[in-house]
């Protein structure tokens, strides 16, 4: 099947939408489909991708072709070469699968989708979510109109509509509003893949002295650190003997007042922080870990936790993060709400139980492997697009 792949952006900048969608067009090809990546040549305020622009070029093992985005619009990112060039091509594809919302290629795309009657799924990567549901913030006018006028539509024509997680849907109010107007829309839900290479097959694997703890991911505030160091400093005070591991590229926020918390949580002298990681340096830090936190506010997936898992190491997940679902089906970890009594209590027995931390390692690399490799992914959306394209005829 010839598939087009459309995302406003491939930069590591952006990472999330772009990253997973070349990781999954690597699995389709293996899956004997043919994937092509368009995109812009973003790359960062002011800089722009070294790739050639305007036809299809092999990068990152992916068939990509890239154009140049126009104007500042970080967000939007328009490139006006890459419509024109989506209104030639479009029909030449048996199906469209669009990564993410609010930017101007992704729109012109299943605009274009619609008028050469190309069957399209429609990814929401997290960007229809209504975090401010489940973290009392203001809503966010101008986007959430955008998203009931603009990409309503979208909506509408989709073919399909993707989500990453079961949360993701359930914090996605534009499908019940789509079915309360009287559009019954297909839906699905597929985690995003990883590379083979994430996947550390260590059976001999033994438990630190003193445990280790970890957290990849950037260095914000929705990543909750405010409520869950303390869980880490009463653990600390109770005596249990561990180290804490930061991994992640530094926001004005960390910078400010992150290690202020750890101090205040008497966690400095255990706490050790890394810069961003990248290729096998992520896995090498991950598999080095006892137990992996991702404990956010609001994940619509969490890939950081589904790399932890395919590197053999248990994860101890917020019940706001997407990828718990996928934790619960088999003992590699434990979810957990941070901010309910006897959280720390939960999380202490855990660390302290080592044969329990031994037997989720093994099990955390099968469920990895059963549900984010490169052949489960490609099988899942290989289904999705058949019953796209069938409904379509």
């Excluded at 469209?96 to 050469?116: C, M, N, W, Y």
Aim: aromatic share 6%; net charge neutral; with cysteine.
């Amino acid at each position: 099947m010839r598939i087009l792949h459309v995302v406003a952006s491939i930069s590591e900048v952006d990472g999330g939408p772009g990253m997973a969608a070349l990781e999954m067009c690597r699995a389709l090809e293996a899956a004997g489909h043919e994937p092509v990546l368009a995109t812009t040549d973003f790359d960062g305020p002011s800089r722009r991708l070294d790739i050639p622009k305007g036809e299809v070029t092999r990068f990152r093992d992916v068939n990509v072709i890239a154009f140049a985005m126009v104007g500042s619009s970080e967000r939007r990112k328009p490139a006006p070469e890459l419509e024109q060039w989506l209104r030639r091509e479009i029909a030449t594809f048996d199906v469209l699968h669009v990564h993410g919302l609010f930017a101007k290629s992704t729109a012109d795309a299943t605009q274009i989708a619609r008028e050469a009657g190309v069957p399209y799924v429609l990814a929401t990567v997290g960007h229809a979510m209504k975090p401010n549901i489940a973290l009392g913030r203001a809503v966010n006018w101008p986007k959430q109109i955008y998203l009931r006028t603009v990409e309503r539509r979208a909506f509408q024509g989709a073919a399909a509509v993707l989500f990453t997680s079961q949360l993701e849907k359930d914090f996605s109010p534009i499908i019940p509003a789509l079915r309360k107007g009287g559009v019954s829309q297909r839906t699905a839900i597929i985690p995003p893949c990883l590379p083979e290479s994430a996947f550390q097959e260590r059976p001999d694997r033994e438990i630190h002295s003193p445990i280790r703890i970890g957290f990849m991911g950037r260095l914000h505030p929705i990543k909750g650190f405010e409520s869950w160091l303390p869980l880490l400093g009463r653990l600390a005070e109770e005596g249990l003997a561990f180290e804490l591991h930061l991994a992640g590229p530094p926001t004005p926020w960390s910078e400010k007042h992150l290690e202020t918390i750890v101090k205040q949580c008497g966690l400095t002298k255990k706490t050790v922080f890394h810069p961003a990681l990248e290729g096998d340096a992520r896995w090498d830090y991950l598999a080095d870990l006892d137990m992996f936190l991702l404990l956010s506010r609001l994940e619509n997936f969490g890939l950081a936790a589904a790399e932890a898992l395919a590197c053999g190491t248990p994860v101890a997940l917020a019940k706001l993060v997407g990828c718990s679902e996928w934790a619960v089906k088999k003992d590699v970890g434990t979810v957990l709400s941070v901010t309910a009594d006897g959280a720390a209590g939960i999380l202490g027995r855990v660390l302290r139980n080592r044969e329990r931390l031994q037997q989720q390692s093994r099990n955390a690399v099968a469920l990895a492997r059963e549900y984010f490799s490169h052949q489960a992914v490609a099988d899942s959306l290989s289904i999705l697009y058949t019953a796209c394209t069938s409904s379509d005829e």
